[in-house]
């Protein structure tokens, strides 16, 4: 779906329905013929009875992002409502940290959110540091920023390719994915892994910046710049994509603070919180950036928002590398990590939401609870109110707006 | 410079811990903690008598740690006169959180939203203490978007008791109180639909209850429905 002319556009929106305007009037319509109250809430009271269908979508289909299964009631293609069957990718994170050490433990978070593994590795060291109450040093919270924000986009690279994806446009995941490699590059030369990095260790860095990282950064910096108008010059002011995602999946502000959303989808309905901003951990005070926000809290305001941040992203790293700061890059911290009798909780704005960690330590070496909050597993429960009077072929937007990594969302 | 060092990090972040730690250079007998449950730090003032200014050790808190204090505010100020020596408010490393008996459940929830504007339920977990006669701590963490703060709500249940449910005080806790359901065998009442959510409806046991061991499954489902002898 590169430029869309008159005529494709006419048929594909005719195809791809997600114009709600006329299924709404078509659900009026029968309203009159039928004299029944034909609403969500009362699905049984539906002018035809026999419309209602069940069907299965997952866990096996490449537009749920994985392993989820989501089972819709249908009156013919009007969503009635969804239940989330999840837990196929469940492996017991949470037990096993209970029975590892601290520093054992900490190569696993990496593995929940696997698109954004840095991000969940910074929040885990914080939380542990806090247990601790030990500060990393200001190097490493600089390059902890830089690691982080780089991933933070290339994680919204990776949900825009496929999201586009979903809804049918094929090139941006092309492009995305292209440009993503050169963020995967710097990890990798960093340390050696290119998604489940294990970037962060308690108190610090385990490794100093390589000769000619800051350079490689700024160059990556002018690179994607572009790269990103790129992108929306495929998609912002498409007529398909507008089509398919304005006035999809909507949820407002009240609904997405009362579902306990969090990230880009509650920016996107017009609450400006961050927590970078909230509660700044790390080095994120000293930075200047912006909180991009939404107004309708449709799919096409995530997007906005999530362009935006990626842009912003840029500027918070373009201020960190200019200004890394010398010193150490390890905290002191004792060798066998044993924090004191305790509970914690901290969070962090991963490129999902918050990300959170409560942990309850017994004195010993190995924590005696550690509780993942996890955002894209409370994320994934607005779908349902997000669904509800769309059509089927919504739900895949709309599972892709939300923008979940099933990894976490099991655990 | 071994001691210089030895400061972990330039200041300590939390505030909880940062006033006794910057009080103790001026009081010279060291004993003056604001709770005395802690043994207090012995050995400390030895070195830092000499090149104390201003960082000041943030005494490597492994040997004896923070300690939590009594946590005063006009919040826990209120519900105490409201339901006495049922509610404790206690403060760790900066982080607040109230101790509620379980009784109080719905109603201290409901008034922290409605009252104090904690609209935002982080998240809902519990603990086990299999040592304890009443085993589990039901955690709810709070944030108040308003207030720009976070709180924690802790309260002790028996196995077997069961606790009403918050979802129709915050809508999220339709899944996080499954999921407590799921790890402990935690029983809401009130919940419109609480059953498992990441392990299989018909799994037995409860993972993350401190007698399931790591290695332990539900073998007779493993072999029933995915046809191996073993899991493992």
Redesign the interface.
């Known amino acids: 779906m590169s430029a869309p002319t008159g005529e494709d556009t006419k048929n594909i929106s005719h195809l791809a329905p997600s114009n709600r305007e006329n299924s709404d009037q078509g659900e009026t319509e029968r309203k009159n013929v039928g004299g029944n109250d034909l609403t969500f809430e009362n699905p049984d009271k539906t002018y035809l009875d026999s419309n209602e269908l069940i069907i299965n979508m997952g866990p096996q289909h490449p537009a749920t992002h994985g392993v989820l299964r989501v089972i819709l009631k249908l009156d013919g293609e009007k969503v009635l409502g969804t239940e989330c069957v ?2 196929y990718l ?1 492996r ?1 994170v ?3 940290a ?2 590892r050490t601290y520093t054992m433990f900490n190569p696993y978070v990496d593995r929940m959110d696997y698109v954004a593994a840095v991000s969940n590795g910074l929040g885990y060291c914080e939380a542990v540091e ?8 200001p190097r490493a919270k600089y390059i902890r920023v830089i690691l982080t924000e780089l991933n933070r986009i290339a994680s919204h690279q990776l949900w825009l390719g496929t999201h586009a994806l979903d809804i049918g446009a094929m090139t941006p995941l092309f492009y995305t994915f292209r440009d993503r490699e050169e963020i995967l590059k710097i990890f990798e030369k960093y340390c050696g892994a290119r998604l489940t990095t294990h970037a962060f260790r308690i ?1 610090g860095c385990q490794y100093e910046t390589y000769a000619g990282f800051e350079k490689e950064v700024k160059n990556f910096l002018t690179f994607v710049a572009p790269k990103i108008d790129e992108y929306e010059t495929l998609l912002t002011t498409n007529r398909i994509w507008m089509e398919r995602t304005k006035n999809v999946g909507v949820i407002s502000a009240a609904d997405a ?5 969090t990230g880009p989808v509650l920016r996107a309905s017009g ?1 400006k ?1 961050d927590l970078r901003k ?2 700044p951990y790390a080095a994120y005070s000293e930075f200047d950036f912006e909180i991009p926000v939404g107004t309708n809290g449709d799919t096409y305001d995530r997007y906005l928002v999530r362009m935006a941040e990626m842009r912003q992203s840029l500027r918070i790293i373009e201020q960190a590398v200019n200004s890394i700061p010398e010193g150490p890059i390890m ?4 060798k066998v990590i ?8 901290h ?1 962090i704005e991963s490129p999902k939401g ?1 990300l ?1 960690y ?1 942990i ?1 330590s017994d ?1 010993s070496t190995q924590p ?2 550690l ?1 993942v ?1 996890p955002p894209s ?2 994320n994934l ?1 607005a779908l349902d109110i997000m669904v509800r009077g769309l059509l089927v072929a919504d739900v895949v937007a709309v599972i892709g707006t939300i923008d979940i990594v099933l990894g976490e969302v ?2 | 410079m071994a001691e210089d ?10 505030e909880g ?1 940062k006033k006794p730690s910057a009080e103790m250079p001026a009081a010279p007998v060291s004993n003056a903690p604001v709770k005395p449950v802690a043994p207090a730090p012995p050995a400390k003032p030895a070195v830092p008598a000499d090149s104390t200014t201003p960082p000041k050790p ?1 005494a ?3 040997p ?3 300690v ?1 204090l009594l946590w005063s505010s006009p919040l826990v100020e209120k519900y105490r006169s409201q339901y006495g020596t049922a509610l404790e408010g206690q403060t ?2 900066g ?1 607040n ?1 109230l101790t509620v008996k379980s009784e109080l459940i719905p109603n201290i929830l409901r008034l922290l939203r409605d009252e104090e504007q904690f ?5 809902i ?1 519990a ?2 203490y299999p040592k304890r006669e009443k085993q589990f701590d039901v ?1 709810w ?1 709070l944030y108040s ?1 308003p207030r ?1 703060e ?1 709180l ?1 709500v802790t309260t002790q249940i028996a196995d077997g008791a069961s606790i009403p449910s918050s979802v129709s005080i ?3 806790a ?3 109180e499954r ?1 407590v359901y799921d ?1 402990f065998g935690i029983q809401f009442d009130g919940h419109p639909d609480l059953k ?5 409806d018909g799994w037995k046991g409860f ?2 209850r401190k007698d ?1 061991g ?1 290695l332990q499954q539900d073998k007779e489902w493993v072999q029933i429905n995915l046809g191996i002898e073993s899991g493992q």
């Not at chain 1, 806090?130 to 040093?137: D, G, M, Q």
């Not at chain 1, 044993?338 to 909780?345: A, F, S």
């Not at chain 2, 060092?5 to 939390?14: E, M, Q, R, V």
């Not at chain 2, 498992?196 to 299989?200: A, K, Q, T, V, W």
């Open positions: 999840i837990g469940h017991g949470e037990k096993i209970e029975n806090k247990l601790l109450n030990v500060e990393a040093t108190g603070i009362a579902l306990g959303v609450v919180w909230a509660q905290a002191k911290v004792p044993k924090p004191p009798v305790g509970e914690i909780y969070s918050e959170g409560f309850v004195g005696y609870r509780r909050r597993f409370v429960q099991d655990r | 060092a030895k400061t972990p990090a330039p200041p300590p972040p939390p811990e943030a490597p808190a492994k004896t740690g923070p939590p760790y490393l982080q959180y609209d935002y339920c982080v998240d977990t603990v086990h955690v963490i978007f720009n976070r924690r915050w809508p999220t339709n899944w996080l999921e790890m498992r959510i990441l392990l299989p993972p993350l399931y790591i």
